[in-house]
């Protein structure tokens, strides 16, 4: 036997042509005339099959009874006048189910507006609770307003302006079903809350006496002194509700530094304090100082070649960001070059600019090698501090009197440090002078 659809499918013209049907789509419409000689012949005795067939029409075992069923209801109580008028959408008065639309004027605009101004002033409080219970709706780029609280709008709105509830959901963004089920449930939500307030109570008067107890605690006094079994999780929510908590233990704010810096990665000492290098761009090291001139603090970060002691890259910044330890890199990766840094060693100690995930990373991704000072041993990056130690004697930066002069300073400085200061133990050459006489040998 053939389903229905295939039924349609194969015989939709011959259905088409079919005096009783009015129209054929994924179903069959039948006609009024069909509707009321289906009831007629089944008062005189014919079965349902016999009453399709006889027109030629498909026969389901139980939607076409159903269908006489109804239709001889609609025939018994309106008479067979009633299946010939246009009855679709409208109820037995023949007015439309449906709720009229209509725009809202402006000034009903204000007065919406004025009335959310007013209730989320009485909210205002407890705004930030509400917040955190439901589903939010977005009123606006900037305001979330929670969805319970727009339906309490609507209800307060709703006698006092001309406007359908349909529209005012429209204008709220929300559903006129949430809504109905908002209006619902509000002898269940007025029980929940006289509960929630009595087993509040039962808490609050634990917690006055001890204001260090928790959730946790307070929820084991309950049923150990009182015989009262609640959930820890209705006591945490109440205490919540109602905003108190236990005076101890609180959240250290500090925490999630702690934490942050875990994922912080140290390095042995592969350096060992074996400061004498034999070949240029081999072995690096790396620090931080800070300089102070005009009541202001600023920081420079400087990378230092151990084999000929010239400064290959350094920053100055008002700032101690992670930036200070990643721009001195990209200038040397700038002078250097990727290849010729791959497998290089950069010493430093355990600063939380050389320990940053972002800064190891970028060292692996480079191939270069890290190695730390350990911990509270400055000795180990003896050369950084002989450097520091050199420039605060020698460099006049504190008559800077501005970022801009301070970098000219500085540059001259380190241009001189590089190709005049002369070293004893490079031979009497300056860093520049001793690379080019490696590099020539």
Known sequence: MLKLKEYIKEHKTELENNEYVKSVGKTIQYSPVFKVKAVEMKKQGFTAREIFYSCDLPFKQFKSREYIRIWEKQYDSLGKESFFEETRGRNV?????????????????????????????????????????????????????????????IDELKGKINVP????????????????????????????????????????DIWDKQKEYGYLRITMCLRNDFGIVMNPKKVYRLMKKFNIQSIVRKKNPYRHLYDAYKEHHTFENLLDRKFDVNEPC????????????????????VVKDLCTRE??????????????????????????????????????????????PVYVNKLKELNIIQSMSRRGNC??????????????????????????????ILKNYMHYYNNARYQWTLKKMAPAQYRSHLLAA
């Not at 920053?315 to 290089?344: A, H």
């Open 93 to 153: 008065n023949g007015k439309s189910g449906r709720p009229e639309k209509k725009e809202i004027t402006a000034e009903e605009k204000v007065l919406i507006q004025e009335k959310m101004i007013e209730a989320l002033m009485k909210e205002n409080d407890a705004l930030k609770k509400q917040l955190s219970q439901g589903r939010k709706v977005k009123i606006n780029e900037n305001n979330y307003v929670p969805t319970h609280l727009i339906f309490q709008f």
């Open 165 to 204: 509830l349909r529209t005012l959901c429209e204008y709220f963004k929300v559903s006129r079903s949430g809504y109905y089920k908002w209006i619902k449930s509000t002898e269940n939500r007025e029980k929940r809350e006289h509960q929630d307030k009595l087993d509040f109570n039962l808490i609050k």
């Open 282 to 301: 081999t072995v690096f090291a790396t620090d931080i100082t800070y300089l102070i001139f005009n009541g202001q603090r600023y920081y420079l970060s």
């Open 311 to 356: 400064i290959v890259a350094w920053k100055i910044s008002q700032g101690l960001g992670l930036n200070l330890s990643i721009d001195v890199i990209d200038q040397l990766v700038e002078r250097y070059g990727k290849d010729k840094l791959k497998n290089t060693l950069i010493h430093s100690d355990q600063g939380m600019h050389y320990t940053n």
């Open 379 to 408: 000795i180990d990056n003896a050369k950084m501090e002989t450097f520091f130690g050199h420039f605060k004697d020698e460099c006049e930066y504190y008559k800077a009197k501005d970022i801009k002069s301070l970098k000219i």
